[in-house]
Nanobody, 122 residues
Framework: HVQLVESGGGSVRPGGSLRLSCTGP????????VTWYRQTAGKTREWVSG???????TYADSVKGRFTVSKDKGKDTVYLEMNSLIPEDTAMYLC?????????????????RGQGTQVTVS
C-alpha cells in the first residue's frame, strides 16, 4: 500500500547536498507526524528526522546540523534538505506516518508508507 511518494534521491560526492520530497494526501502532514528513516543495503534501519502536525522538528544525532525537515502544506509535501553529505548517509530514504497519537497530542488516522528514494554518497 503505497500512499506516500518519495523523490529527490541520487548520487553525490561527499560534501554535496540533496533535497528529498515526501508527497502524499494533504491531510497526512496536517494530522500526523511525518517521519523520515533510512535503510542501508545491509537492512539496518535508522530513524533520521520527524516533523509534527504543528511543525516541531526532531533529528537523529547523526544528522543534526546537516539535515533540515520542513513541510509545504500547499504542495502536500514534506522535505528533507540534506547538506554536507558523507558516505555514511548512503541508504534508501523512506517517509511514513503512523496511526495513533501524535507527538503534539493529536490523533493520526493514517498508516502511510512510501517505497523510498536511494541516496548514494561516494
Amino acid at each position: 500500500h503505497v500512499q506516500l511518494v518519495e523523490s529527490g534521491g541520487g548520487s553525490v560526492r561527499p560534501g554535496g547536498s540533496l533535497r528529498l520530497s515526501c508527497t502524499g494526501p494533504g491531510t497526512a502532514s496536517e494530522f500526523c507526524d511525518v517521519t523520515w528513516y533510512r535503510q542501508t543495503a545491509g537492512k539496518t534501519r535508522e530513524w533520521v528526522s520527524g516533523i509534527s502536525p504543528i511543525g516541531t522538528t526532531t533529528y537523529a544525532d547523526s544528522v543534526k546540523g546537516r539535515f533540515t525537515v520542513s513541510k509545504d502544506k500547499g504542495k502536500d509535501t514534506v522535505y528533507l534538505e540534506m547538506n554536507s553529505l558523507i558516505p555514511e548517509d548512503t541508504a534508501m530514504y523512506l517517509c511514513k506516518t503512523d496511526y495513533g497519537e501524535t507527538s503534539s497530542g493529536g490523533y493520526c488516522p493514517y498508516n502511510f508508507r512510501g517505497q523510498g528514494t536511494q541516496v548514494t554518497v561516494s
